[in-house]
Protein backbone atom coordinates (compact mmCIF):
# COMPACT_ATOMS: atom_id res chain seq x y z
CA UNK A 1 0.00 0.00 0.00
CA UNK A 2 1.35 3.30 -0.97
CA UNK A 3 0.57 7.13 0.58
CA UNK A 4 1.48 10.00 0.15
CA UNK A 5 3.94 10.98 3.01
CA UNK A 6 5.15 14.68 1.88
CA UNK A 7 5.41 16.45 -0.92
CA UNK A 8 7.54 19.98 -2.03
CA UNK A 9 4.31 22.87 -1.89
CA UNK A 10 6.26 25.51 -3.41
CA UNK A 11 7.28 23.86 -6.61
CA UNK A 12 5.31 20.37 -7.56
CA UNK A 13 8.24 18.42 -9.02
CA UNK A 14 9.14 16.10 -6.63
CA UNK A 15 7.32 14.30 -3.57
CA UNK A 16 7.66 10.95 -1.73
CA UNK A 17 5.46 8.03 -0.80
CA UNK A 18 5.51 5.49 1.72
CA UNK A 19 5.71 1.88 0.06
CA UNK A 20 6.11 -1.09 2.54
CA UNK A 21 7.99 0.98 5.12
CA UNK A 22 9.79 2.51 2.38
CA UNK A 23 10.32 6.38 1.06
CA UNK A 24 10.30 6.24 -2.35
CA UNK A 25 11.13 9.53 -4.32
CA UNK A 26 8.61 11.05 -7.19
CA UNK A 27 8.34 13.00 -9.90
CA UNK A 28 5.60 15.10 -10.69
CA UNK A 29 3.53 12.59 -13.09
CA UNK A 30 3.53 10.27 -10.98
CA UNK A 31 2.84 12.36 -7.89
CA UNK A 32 -0.21 13.25 -9.33
CA UNK A 33 -1.22 10.29 -10.25
CA UNK A 34 -1.02 9.07 -6.34
CA UNK A 35 -2.85 12.05 -5.30
CA UNK A 36 -6.61 11.58 -7.32
CA UNK A 37 -9.11 11.83 -4.88
CA UNK A 38 -7.25 10.25 -2.02
CA UNK A 39 -6.34 6.81 -3.79
CA UNK A 40 -4.00 4.93 -5.55
CA UNK A 41 -4.42 5.39 -9.23
CA UNK A 42 -1.82 3.52 -11.85
CA UNK A 43 0.02 6.22 -13.78
CA UNK A 44 0.34 5.91 -17.49
CA UNK A 45 2.90 4.25 -19.38
CA UNK A 46 5.40 6.35 -21.35
CA UNK A 47 8.17 5.12 -23.32
CA UNK A 48 11.80 6.17 -22.09
CA UNK A 49 13.42 8.50 -24.45
CA UNK A 50 16.92 7.48 -25.60
CA UNK A 51 18.59 10.20 -23.79
CA UNK A 52 17.17 8.45 -20.31
CA UNK A 53 17.81 5.33 -21.23
CA UNK A 54 21.53 6.44 -21.59
CA UNK A 55 21.59 7.43 -17.98
CA UNK A 56 20.34 4.71 -16.58
CA UNK A 57 23.10 2.30 -18.01
CA UNK A 58 25.57 5.03 -17.13
CA UNK A 59 24.53 4.80 -13.50
CA UNK A 60 24.71 0.92 -13.53
CA UNK A 61 28.28 1.08 -15.22
CA UNK A 62 29.21 3.00 -12.54
CA UNK A 63 28.54 0.57 -9.88
CA UNK A 64 25.54 2.11 -8.31
CA UNK A 65 23.05 -0.82 -7.90
CA UNK A 66 19.23 -1.30 -9.92
CA UNK A 67 17.37 -0.52 -6.88
CA UNK A 68 19.33 2.67 -6.11
CA UNK A 69 19.11 4.11 -9.77
CA UNK A 70 15.28 3.14 -9.83
CA UNK A 71 14.75 5.26 -6.13
CA UNK A 72 16.92 7.89 -7.82
CA UNK A 73 14.98 8.23 -11.01
CA UNK A 74 11.56 7.33 -9.69
CA UNK A 75 11.68 3.72 -12.65
CA UNK A 76 10.28 0.65 -11.59
CA UNK A 77 12.78 -1.80 -10.78
CA UNK A 78 11.54 -4.35 -13.31
CA UNK A 79 12.16 -1.62 -15.53
CA UNK A 80 16.05 -0.86 -14.34
CA UNK A 81 16.14 -4.65 -15.05
CA UNK A 82 14.95 -5.43 -18.50
CA UNK A 83 16.86 -2.72 -19.91
CA UNK A 84 20.11 -3.96 -18.34
CA UNK A 85 19.74 -7.00 -19.44
CA UNK A 86 18.90 -5.66 -23.07
CA UNK A 87 22.30 -3.58 -22.67
CA UNK A 88 24.17 -7.12 -21.44
CA UNK A 89 22.74 -8.69 -24.16
CA UNK A 90 22.92 -6.37 -27.47
CA UNK A 91 24.88 -3.12 -26.67
CA UNK A 92 21.91 -1.58 -27.18
CA UNK A 93 19.12 0.29 -25.32
CA UNK A 94 17.56 1.93 -28.06
CA UNK A 95 13.56 0.75 -29.00
CA UNK A 96 12.97 -1.03 -31.87
CA UNK A 97 9.98 1.09 -33.71
CA UNK A 98 8.00 -1.76 -35.30
CA UNK A 99 5.83 -1.11 -38.23
CA UNK A 100 3.04 -3.08 -37.49
CA UNK A 101 1.33 -5.99 -39.41
CA UNK A 102 2.72 -6.79 -42.71
CA UNK A 103 0.61 -5.33 -45.81
CA UNK A 104 -1.00 -7.83 -47.63
CA UNK A 105 -0.89 -6.07 -51.00
CA UNK A 106 2.02 -4.10 -52.86
CA UNK A 107 1.95 -0.49 -54.18
CA UNK A 108 1.78 -1.80 -57.51
CA UNK A 109 -0.88 -4.17 -56.67
CA UNK A 110 -2.82 -1.35 -55.07
CA UNK A 111 -2.11 0.85 -58.58
CA UNK A 112 -3.61 -1.88 -60.62
CA UNK A 113 -6.93 -1.72 -58.17
CA UNK A 114 -7.04 2.07 -58.84
CA UNK A 115 -6.70 1.54 -62.47
CA UNK A 116 -9.51 -1.27 -62.58
CA UNK A 117 -11.96 0.95 -60.42
CA UNK A 118 -11.38 3.88 -62.37
CA UNK A 119 -11.95 2.30 -65.92
CA UNK A 120 -15.08 0.86 -64.76
CA UNK A 121 -16.05 3.57 -61.73
CA UNK A 122 -19.55 1.75 -61.34
CA UNK A 123 -18.66 -1.83 -59.88
CA UNK A 124 -18.27 -2.82 -56.42
CA UNK A 125 -15.57 -3.49 -53.79
CA UNK A 126 -15.81 -7.10 -55.07
CA UNK A 127 -15.41 -6.34 -59.09
CA UNK A 128 -11.96 -5.27 -58.85
CA UNK A 129 -11.07 -7.70 -55.66
CA UNK A 130 -12.04 -10.79 -58.11
CA UNK A 131 -10.04 -8.84 -61.56
CA UNK A 132 -6.63 -8.39 -58.99
CA UNK A 133 -7.03 -11.96 -57.37
CA UNK A 134 -7.35 -13.62 -60.67
CA UNK A 135 -4.45 -11.37 -62.31
CA UNK A 136 -1.94 -11.82 -59.52
CA UNK A 137 -3.12 -14.25 -57.25
CA UNK A 138 -3.31 -11.93 -54.19
CA UNK A 139 -5.98 -13.45 -52.39
CA UNK A 140 -7.48 -10.37 -50.00
CA UNK A 141 -10.81 -9.57 -48.64
CA UNK A 142 -13.58 -6.93 -49.96
CA UNK A 143 -13.11 -4.98 -47.16
CA UNK A 144 -9.20 -4.88 -48.03
CA UNK A 145 -10.04 -3.20 -51.50
CA UNK A 146 -12.67 -0.84 -50.41
CA UNK A 147 -9.90 0.10 -47.96
CA UNK A 148 -7.19 0.91 -50.52
CA UNK A 149 -9.65 2.58 -53.41
CA UNK A 150 -10.19 4.81 -50.35
CA UNK A 151 -6.40 5.92 -50.12
CA UNK A 152 -6.00 6.23 -53.90
Excluded at 142 to 152: A, D, I, K
Aim: glycine share 8%; proline share 2%.
Amino acid sequence: MARIVRHNDESVREGYIRNGGKEVKLFTSALKAFQCNNRIVMAQRKHLDDFLRGRIIGRLECGRTQLEVSEELGIAQSVISRLWQQFQDDGNVSRCYSTGRPRVTTPNEDRYLAVIAKRNRRSTASDPFRQLSSATGTTLSRQTVYRRLGHS
